[in-house]
């Protein structure tokens, strides 16, 4: 005799009344170019304090100073280089950091003995900065582009780790007992079940992997680097140049708003099976 699940049916009436509720509810409707109104703000308050003389010069530049320098350097220094050679090594840095901190949380997440011979380590690092590292991995692997990439990778590894496996451990047990119920066998409960259940742990550990590689790369960047945005930003503090380490510091941001930005887009769309406030 086999079990059969009888879901309980939800009208279209149902389910405009739950979009009804969370409307009023929760944060309201989405506004229209929303992704811009933040940076557009800043940079107004910024244009008028620079241009009302309360921002001085020597303290930040203004913004038209910082545009001149940022074509000076696009013409005469080659910025397109810096810019390709720091998003290089962020994105290989990442990749290994995000692939590794997967695979640990999910040995660690679907087993007990994983869980003992990953967790520990992984939390003892976690109390350790990643950057009181940096004299060590210079001993270990110079001041070249391995010791640059290893930063980044080991810094965005712990919130991959600690994310996805949190979203592992909190997935309601009443989802192993129903398809106990309806004989779905482990491999398949993993594979329909728990990794997307783990979706959203996953994709918050994104966010902050994100940040925390970009964190490194301006660092790891101050290390005998001879091409990259943190390259042109220590030559910038040698000759004085505040509007170009201000060139420097906008393109740091605007790489990370462009991608967390894009994590939570993925996300978004990812995960719109779930009811949430959100949407």
């Not at 992704?35 to 020597?58: D, N, R, V």
């Not at 962020?90 to 087993?111: C, K, N, P, Q």
Request: charged share 15%.
């Amino acid at each position: 005799m086999t079990a059969t699940l009888h879901a309980p049916e939800i009208t279209v009436r149902d389910r405009v009344d739950q979009r009804v509720v969370r409307r009023r509810l929760g944060p309201g409707h989405r506004i229209r170019f929303a992704f811009w109104i933040g940076p557009a703000l800043a940079l107004a308050l910024w244009s008028a304090g620079s241009a009302t003389g309360i921002i001085k010069p020597a303290i930040l530049s203004a913004p038209w100073d910082v545009v001149a320098a940022f074509e000076d350097q696009w013409v005469n220094h080659d910025l397109l280089a810096n810019i390709l050679a720091s998003l290089q090594r962020t994105a290989i840095g990442l990749t290994l950091g995000v692939v590794t901190g997967a695979v640990l949380a999910v040995v660690s997440g679907l087993s007990r003995i994983g869980e003992s011979l990953v967790d520990g380590p992984i939390q003892i690092k976690r109390s350790i900065p990643t950057l009181a590292l940096i004299p060590l991995f210079i001993a270990w692997f110079g001041i070249g582009e391995e010791m640059k990439i290893i930063t980044i990778a080991l810094i965005s590894l712990v919130p991959i780790y600690i994310h996805t496996h949190n979203g592992l451990r909190s997935i309601d047990g009443r989802y192993a007992e129903l398809a106990e119920t309806i004989g779905i066998n482990h491999g398949e409960f993993v594979r329909h079940v728990v990794l997307p259940g783990a979706l959203p742990g996953f994709l918050l550990g994104m966010r902050f992997a994100v940040t925390s590689a970009l964190l490194g790369l301006v660092v790891v960047e101050q290390f005998n680097a001879i091409a990259g945005v943190g390259h042109m930003i220590t030559l910038a503090e040698q000759y004085g140049q505040t509007d170009v380490i201000v060139v420097g510091l906008v393109l740091y941001g605007i790489f990370g708003y462009c991608a967390d930005s894009a994590v939570r887009l993925t996300g978004r769309k990812a995960l719109a099976w779930r009811q949430t406030l959100d949407g």
